[in-house]
């Protein structure tokens, strides 16, 4: 690795802090205020990591020399973890919707992890322990949305995927009512399975949540595997995974139970198995986890190839050490989708044209989401979490930068996972190379970013969040261990002051929390009550005609019932409902939210007049269907 004494990190902290006033500044000045109000949320961690990599003392070398501020036993805070995990069970039970005390708890289960991990001696011990509480507290998370409400449908793509497993339960055939969903139904089979498992008794939905919580609970493990070999510290390993159950996007996609969130796993299984000895045994594995990819979700391994291409870029640009993505793994991904595209995946080819094609001739109709039209506060409110993540990530790099450039470090070479000097442990070529990626990906990871670019690229650039978010842990995981490394009890308790916001706000947020956020935005919650389905049935029973619905309730029907439904037009107005013979209305949901036909809806702005014109043949209350 070619190394001067130019300071990168002190120009990297002067581009930030600009970067951060410019971009909140210049959209104000172009009279684009929300965006301004928008970019808050990544300005302040811009300006605050800098200052906080220039605050605090520069302390020994890190690794071997880990000396935590004070010594306590785990079995004090797995103690108080217990007590506290037994009373948010207590308290799941006794509510009928998660109370914010709930988070609260949650929060306090989070620093509990924290605390052990900074507190508790360094052994094989430990770090089963740490990892067991971390899996359990994120297992809390997922499990209380997913298993504690009727039916979590997240962004309704889940709705399909329930229902292709029930088919498949219950005629032993992967035909599906969309073909686009026949080349991907490795998720569907291993759902299916594991309720046949059961003996039929558990529900397949059940079934679908139950798995997926596992799968991210073991990611937590991956986690803590990928980062110790890239830096050979069992604090950093606990810290990183820390960082990624704290991350809203993670939180999310274990609950989100669907074919591309497993890919994911997947994926951070992949990163383990390249960051391995290149043995024979564990290049086969890497064929066969490229493979799990494709066949899982083939439609997002173009982003998982422009993932492992940007590693190997970073690799090559800033360390001589052996790559973790080499042409070998490239040309297995490369290849292996070309022919599974080809052979069994027509249609993403034809889905991949559309798009290229609708981004270079036609139109967008708007660049900015709506939501930050309508409320900027809001948004920016449910991303603080994410503004605590950037924060910790770019303090990683700047440390990563930092110690890079210091002349005690040597590059690792070939093969080797870290670097030794002065009798402790240094982050390798590696490690920096990882930072490097986390930082190109932020943009195309949070959420203010990805929205525009979504909506100025028509792109689902959102999928790279399923990929991306284990880069965001390596080096919010290093910012964090640095921050720990170098301060002493003051640093302590002020990062257990930002965990305790950062946790408490990824847990009650409107993404992970629509149940009962702390801030809600102005969209539909992600689940379905038993009444609402109960009443769907009924509706399907009692009604053979079209139903003109919101797409949830639209989408569930066409699903699970088979029903013949449309989504309402809502930018016709009052006359929305006009071309429709039976309306179906989410009257519960709209107590408390908008219904989303082809736009949003509010119950001010709803046309009840056309409404009441027409009989209502069904009420139960949560729904009401007009004809």
Known sequence: MIRTEFDVSRLLSVVLVVAAVLGVAVPFLLGLPNLSILGLYVAVPMIAAPLVARGVRAGSETGGGWSPPVRVDWRVWSTLFHLV????????????????????????????????????????????????????????????????????????????????????????????????????????????????????????????????????????????????????????????????????????????????????????????????????????????????????????????????????????????????VGSYVLTVTFLFTALYWLYAAEFVVTRIAGTIYAVLFEPTESAVPEGVITSPWVEVANFVPYGFALFFVLLGFLFLLERDRRPAYADGGAGDDDVVHGGSWGPSGRTTAVGVVAILLVPLVFPGPVLLLDALAGVNVDRFGHYGFMFVALAGGYGLYELLQRGGLTVLLVLLLILSLFTFTAVSSDFTASDNPVVERPFYTFYLSDHERQSFAAVDDGYGGEIGTDRIACRYMGEFHGSLCSVVDAGEGDAMFDDHDAVLVREGELENRPLQFTQYVDESDLPRDTLEERDRVYDSGAVAVHS
């Open 85 to 324: 995990l037994g009373a948010l069970v207590l308290v799941l039970v006794a509510t009928d919707v998660r109370p914010y005390a709930f988070y609260a708890g949650v929060s306090l289960l989070y620093l509990c992890c924290f605390l052990l991990i900074a507190t508790a001696p360094t052994g094989r011990a430990s770090r089963a322990i740490g990892l067991y509480h971390l899996a359990v507290t994120l297992l809390l998370v997922i499990y209380s949305v997913t298993l504690n409400y009727g039916l979590f449908v997240g962004h309704t793509d889940l709705t399909s995927h329930i229902s292709m497993t029930t088919t498949i339960l219950e005629t032993g055939r992967t035909s599906t009512l969309l073909p686009s969903y026949d080349s991907f139904q490795l998720w569907h089979v291993y759902t299916a399975f594991a309720s046949l498992v059961f003996g039929g008794w558990l529900a397949p939905y059940t079934a679908i949540y139950l798995l997926s919580g596992g799968l991210f609970a073991a990611g937590v493990g991956l986690t803590y595997g990928v980062a110790r070999r890239l830096y050979p510290d069992e604090k950093y390993g606990l810290l990183a995974s820390l960082v990624a159950i704290s991350f809203p996007l993670y939180l999310f996609y274990g609950m989100y139970s669907i074919p591309r969130s497993v890919a994911s796993i997947f994926f951070l299984a992949l990163l383990l198995a390249l960051l391995s000895r290149p043995t024979a045994g564990m290049q086969l594995l890497t064929v066969g986890l490229v493979a799990a990819i494709v066949v899982a979700h083939p439609v997002t391994i173009p982003f998982v190839l422009a993932i492992l291409a940007l590693v190997a870029l970073a690799e090559r640009t800033v360390t001589r050490s052996e790559p973790i």
